[in-house]
Nanobody, 124 residues
């Protein structure tokens, strides 16, 4: 299972760090991703990292503000979010892509496991 934490209410310009702990997955993790879903909108890709940390990808609107990282020793992936904006408000979900994995990281159909999500609210 994947369990997210670290969400909350923050003012615009503030920061949060989300965590996602993986346990009990069948197979080895190839990569992890973060997605988000705002009310009335479709789920959208946010960031992606290979489990070795050698490759990352971000959606354009968060590049330079968000940083994804992975700690293999603790099976945890993080999303550091800086300079938050009201439009970043959403439920943030982590997802795991099991080997052999794929490179269409932006597609939610790629992922094998999903967390329940953590709410991030950015006030103006």
């Amino acid at each position: 299972q994947l369990v997210e934490s670290g969400g909350g209410l923050v003012q615009a310009g503030g920061s949060l760090r989300l965590s996602c702990a993986a346990s009990g997955l069948t197979g080895n993790i190839y990569a992890m991703g973060w997605f988000r879903q705002a009310p009335g909108k479709e789920r959208e890709f946010v960031a992606w990292i290979t489990w070795g940390g050698d490759r990352t990808a971000y959606r354009d609107s968060v590049r330079g503000r968000f940083t994804i990282s992975a700690d293999i020793a603790t099976n945890t992936v993080y999303l550091r979010m800086n300079v938050l904006k009201p439009e970043d408000t959403a439920v943030y979900l982590c997802a795991a892509d099991i080997y052999p994995g794929g490179d269409n990281w932006y597609s939610d159909g790629l992922y094998d496991y999903w967390g329940q999500g953590t709410q991030v609210t950015v006030s103006s």
